[in-house]
């Protein structure tokens, strides 16, 4: 028996001709604007292409020459809401002032292709998420060749535009709720500290905080939740099994939040009861978990579109005025704590 593939297969150039009723040929010269065919066939293969959602691929374009109109988004990685929340915004404003965008992870071989497209003239411009210290060799020389904006405080990075969020204020500001309301009993669940800056910022934070108090860290638990909500689930798990609970655990973003609420709850807990649980990102699933999460939030299509304004801006001019913007964050207070 022959079996279906479950995944949608991808418009083609093909499909939008059949669609309109016209050539192979004549699909091309309105899709690549060559002013080969009349206004009205043009504008009958547009609205084909339209109702199919036909995107011409990034080889087809670059084939074409289109050169110019490339802007690479360069990341860790795009799984989880933050970057679907981040993207949302940043891809169509992209796309509305007529760039193609070509999102590439952040390794030797991507960035090596990365390097090639730039130098070649395809790439005119770069978007770069959390990429830290570790690959400041590969990026920092292709800052002097296309605009830049980076989401990123490293110093690395000071000659291209520059976001980040304000975690310092964000914690302490979370810090002084906890503490007013009594909590002393504290778990930490760290992000990726060894490679995200933003882990390291919040952590510090935490520590400045209990060390202004005269709190010993040593009375403190500290475990790695990754910034993942499975990590931070076994971990928890893991740890409530050996441990006495601690008062709050204080998670380094939302979605580990949410792992050690799962874990809390099946230990039989109560949240804020016996446990309280708070987060840092103001991801739109905090609201809705269970108890609903008390967190630290910032706009992330907010920052989506404003490093889109900066990297059109910067495209428009032909030069990039180092700045640095920083993000504010507000404390945002539900029935977890």
């Given at each position: 028996?022959?079996?279906?593939?479950?995944?949608?297969?991808?418009?083609?150039?093909?499909?939008?001709?059949?669609?309109?009723?016209?050539?192979?040929?004549?699909?091309?010269?309105?899709?690549?604007?060559?002013?080969?065919?009349?206004a009205l066939t043009k504008a009958t293969i547009l609205q084909?292409?339209?109702?199919?959602?036909?995107?011409?691929?990034?080889?087809?374009?670059?084939?074409?020459?289109?050169?110019?109109?490339?802007?690479?988004?360069?990341?860790?990685?795009?799984?989880?809401?933050?970057?679907?929340?981040?993207?949302?915004?940043?891809?169509?404003?992209?796309?509305?002032?007529?760039?193609?965008?070509?999102?590439?992870?952040?390794?030797?071989?991507?960035?090596?292709?990365?390097?090639?497209?730039?130098?070649?003239?395809?790439?005119?411009?770069?978007?770069?998420?959390?990429?830290?210290?570790?690959?400041?060799?590969?990026?920092?020389?292709?800052?002097?060749?296309?605009?830049?904006?980076?989401?990123?405080?490293?110093?690395?990075?000071?000659?291209?535009?520059?976001?980040?969020?304000?975690?310092?204020?964000?914690?302490?500001?979370?810090?002084?709720?906890?503490?007013?309301?009594?909590?002393?009993?504290?778990?930490?669940?760290?992000?990726?500290?060894?490679?995200?800056?933003?882990?390291?910022?919040?952590?510090?934070?935490?520590?400045?905080?209990?060390?202004?108090?005269?709190?010993?860290?040593?009375?403190?638990?500290?475990?790695?939740?990754?910034?993942?909500?499975?990590?931070?689930?076994?971990?928890?798990?893991?740890?409530?099994?050996?441990?006495?609970p601690p008062r709050v655990i204080v998670a380094a973003n939302?979605?580990?939040?949410?792992?050690?609420?799962?874990?809390?709850?099946?230990?039989?807990?109560?949240?804020?009861?016996?446990?309280?649980?708070?987060?840092?990102?103001?991801?739109?699933?905090?609201?809705?978990?269970?108890?609903?999460?008390?967190?630290?939030?910032?706009?992330?299509?907010?920052?989506?579109?404003?490093?889109?304004?900066?990297?059109?801006?910067?495209?428009?001019?032909?030069?990039?005025?180092?700045?640095?913007?920083?993000?504010?964050?507000?404390?945002?207070?539900?029935?977890?704590?």
């Open positions: 028996m022959k079996r279906l593939s479950q995944e949608k297969r991808a418009v083609t150039i093909r499909d939008v001709a059949q669609q309109a009723g016209v050539s192979v040929a004549a699909a091309s010269y309105a899709l690549n604007n060559t002013g080969r065919v009349s084909a292409a339209n109702e199919l959602g036909y995107t011409p691929s990034l080889a087809a374009q670059v084939l074409k020459g289109r050169k110019g109109n490339l802007v690479a988004i360069l990341t860790d990685g795009f799984a989880g809401p933050w970057y679907g929340e981040f993207l949302e915004r940043i891809q169509p404003a992209l796309k509305d002032a007529g760039h193609t965008v070509l999102a590439l992870t952040l390794d030797q071989e991507s960035l090596a292709l990365c390097r090639t497209l730039v130098d070649s003239g395809w790439i005119q411009g770069l978007v770069v998420l959390n990429p830290g210290a570790d690959w400041a060799s590969f990026l920092v020389p292709m800052l002097d060749l296309v605009p830049t904006v980076v989401f990123d405080p490293d110093e690395h990075y000071q000659n291209a535009v520059q976001f980040a969020v304000d975690n310092r204020s964000g914690v302490k500001a979370l810090m002084n709720h906890l503490w007013e309301r009594g909590y002393r009993d504290f778990l930490w669940l760290d992000g990726e500290i060894d490679l995200a800056w933003d882990a390291r910022e919040r952590y510090q934070a935490f520590s400045d905080f209990l060390g202004a108090k005269n709190f010993s860290e040593l009375s403190v638990t500290r475990l790695h939740g990754g910034f993942k909500a499975d990590l931070a689930y076994r971990a928890v798990r893991e740890f409530l099994s050996t441990s006495k939302d979605e580990s939040a949410s792992g050690a609420l799962r874990a809390v709850r099946e230990k039989g807990l109560s949240v804020p009861r016996d446990v309280a649980v708070t987060g840092f990102d103001g991801l739109d699933s905090s609201a809705w978990t269970e108890p609903p999460l008390t967190t630290l939030s910032y706009d992330r299509r907010d920052l989506g579109a404003r490093m889109a304004a900066a990297i059109l801006d910067a495209l428009q001019s032909g030069e990039t005025s180092p700045r640095r913007h920083i993000l504010e964050v507000t404390l945002v207070v539900r029935a977890s704590s």
